[in-house]
Protein backbone atom coordinates (compact mmCIF):
# COMPACT_ATOMS: atom_id res chain seq x y z
CA UNK A 1 0.00 0.00 0.00
CA UNK A 2 1.46 2.84 -1.48
CA UNK A 3 0.81 6.36 -1.91
CA UNK A 4 3.20 8.47 -4.66
CA UNK A 5 2.22 12.26 -5.02
CA UNK A 6 3.29 14.10 -7.83
CA UNK A 7 2.62 17.98 -8.28
CA UNK A 8 3.42 21.10 -6.34
CA UNK A 9 5.92 23.89 -7.17
CA UNK A 10 6.28 27.65 -7.19
CA UNK A 11 3.69 29.99 -8.47
CA UNK A 12 2.74 33.73 -8.14
CA UNK A 13 -0.20 35.01 -6.01
CA UNK A 14 -3.40 34.65 -8.01
CA UNK A 15 -1.37 31.18 -10.10
CA UNK A 16 -2.97 27.70 -9.79
CA UNK A 17 -1.18 24.00 -9.71
CA UNK A 18 -2.51 20.55 -9.42
CA UNK A 19 -1.39 17.74 -7.50
CA UNK A 20 -2.25 14.09 -8.18
CA UNK A 21 -1.82 11.56 -5.69
CA UNK A 22 -1.47 7.52 -7.18
CA UNK A 23 -2.43 4.71 -4.71
CA UNK A 24 -1.23 1.80 -5.51
CA UNK A 25 -1.60 -2.19 -3.46
CA UNK A 26 -5.26 -1.26 -3.34
CA UNK A 27 -8.33 -3.16 -3.95
CA UNK A 28 -11.88 -2.31 -3.32
CA UNK A 29 -12.61 0.49 -2.34
CA UNK A 30 -10.26 3.17 -0.85
CA UNK A 31 -12.46 4.70 1.62
CA UNK A 32 -11.93 8.34 2.76
CA UNK A 33 -8.68 10.20 1.38
CA UNK A 34 -7.58 13.62 1.40
CA UNK A 35 -4.89 16.25 1.48
CA UNK A 36 -3.17 18.00 4.06
CA UNK A 37 -0.61 20.36 4.55
CA UNK A 38 2.20 21.39 6.89
CA UNK A 39 4.18 24.37 7.21
CA UNK A 40 7.26 25.09 9.10
CA UNK A 41 6.18 24.89 12.90
CA UNK A 42 3.17 24.20 12.15
CA UNK A 43 0.51 21.39 12.80
CA UNK A 44 -0.76 19.02 9.90
CA UNK A 45 -3.93 20.69 8.61
CA UNK A 46 -6.62 19.07 6.89
CA UNK A 47 -7.72 20.94 3.29
CA UNK A 48 -9.85 18.87 1.72
CA UNK A 49 -11.35 14.95 2.00
CA UNK A 50 -13.44 12.66 -0.19
CA UNK A 51 -14.99 9.70 0.35
CA UNK A 52 -15.46 6.66 -2.03
CA UNK A 53 -19.17 8.21 -3.28
CA UNK A 54 -17.96 11.44 -3.73
CA UNK A 55 -18.81 14.05 -0.92
CA UNK A 56 -15.97 16.41 -0.05
CA UNK A 57 -15.57 18.57 2.34
CA UNK A 58 -12.83 21.52 2.89
CA UNK A 59 -10.95 23.41 5.25
CA UNK A 60 -12.76 27.12 5.28
CA UNK A 61 -9.63 28.83 4.25
CA UNK A 62 -9.67 26.72 1.02
CA UNK A 63 -12.99 26.78 -0.01
CA UNK A 64 -13.98 28.26 -3.43
CA UNK A 65 -10.54 27.88 -4.44
CA UNK A 66 -9.45 24.23 -4.31
CA UNK A 67 -10.88 21.71 -5.41
CA UNK A 68 -10.58 17.73 -4.53
CA UNK A 69 -11.40 14.99 -7.25
CA UNK A 70 -10.87 10.45 -7.46
CA UNK A 71 -10.50 9.04 -10.38
CA UNK A 72 -11.98 5.43 -8.72
CA UNK A 73 -10.45 3.30 -11.57
CA UNK A 74 -7.20 4.68 -11.81
CA UNK A 75 -7.32 5.14 -8.09
CA UNK A 76 -5.81 8.70 -8.58
CA UNK A 77 -6.42 11.34 -5.83
CA UNK A 78 -6.63 15.44 -7.24
CA UNK A 79 -6.06 18.75 -5.74
CA UNK A 80 -6.84 21.63 -7.96
CA UNK A 81 -5.17 24.81 -6.33
CA UNK A 82 -6.72 28.18 -8.02
CA UNK A 83 -6.09 31.51 -6.28
CA UNK A 84 -3.59 31.06 -4.64
CA UNK A 85 -2.15 32.80 -2.07
CA UNK A 86 1.52 33.68 -0.02
CA UNK A 87 -0.31 31.65 3.35
CA UNK A 88 -1.06 28.40 1.16
CA UNK A 89 2.78 27.58 1.32
CA UNK A 90 3.18 24.38 2.67
CA UNK A 91 4.42 20.70 2.38
CA UNK A 92 0.92 19.04 1.05
CA UNK A 93 0.92 15.31 1.71
CA UNK A 94 -1.96 12.93 0.61
CA UNK A 95 -3.48 10.30 2.93
CA UNK A 96 -6.02 7.41 3.44
CA UNK A 97 -8.13 7.39 6.14
CA UNK A 98 -7.89 3.97 8.81
CA UNK A 99 -11.08 3.22 7.27
CA UNK A 100 -12.73 1.68 4.00
CA UNK A 101 -16.03 2.65 4.67
CA UNK A 102 -18.14 6.23 4.35
CA UNK A 103 -17.21 8.61 6.38
CA UNK A 104 -15.30 11.90 6.11
CA UNK A 105 -12.53 13.59 8.43
CA UNK A 106 -10.32 16.42 8.40
CA UNK A 107 -8.18 14.96 11.19
CA UNK A 108 -5.03 13.67 10.28
CA UNK A 109 -5.22 11.29 13.17
CA UNK A 110 -7.72 9.63 11.22
CA UNK A 111 -5.19 8.87 8.56
CA UNK A 112 -3.19 5.86 8.38
CA UNK A 113 -1.00 6.21 5.12
CA UNK A 114 0.63 8.98 3.55
CA UNK A 115 2.65 10.10 0.56
CA UNK A 116 5.86 11.56 0.31
CA UNK A 117 4.55 15.37 0.45
CA UNK A 118 5.48 17.87 -2.10
CA UNK A 119 6.28 21.28 -1.64
CA UNK A 120 4.32 24.52 -2.63
CA UNK A 121 4.86 27.99 -2.48
CA UNK A 122 3.45 30.84 -3.48
CA UNK A 123 5.28 34.09 -3.38
Known amino acids: VQLVESGGGSVQPGGSLRHSCVASGYTGRTGCMGWFRQSSGDQREGVAV???????IYVDSVKGRFTISKDNTRVTLYLQMDSLRPEDTAMYYCARARWSGPGLSLDSTDFAVWGQGTQVTVS
Open 50 to 56: IDNDGSE
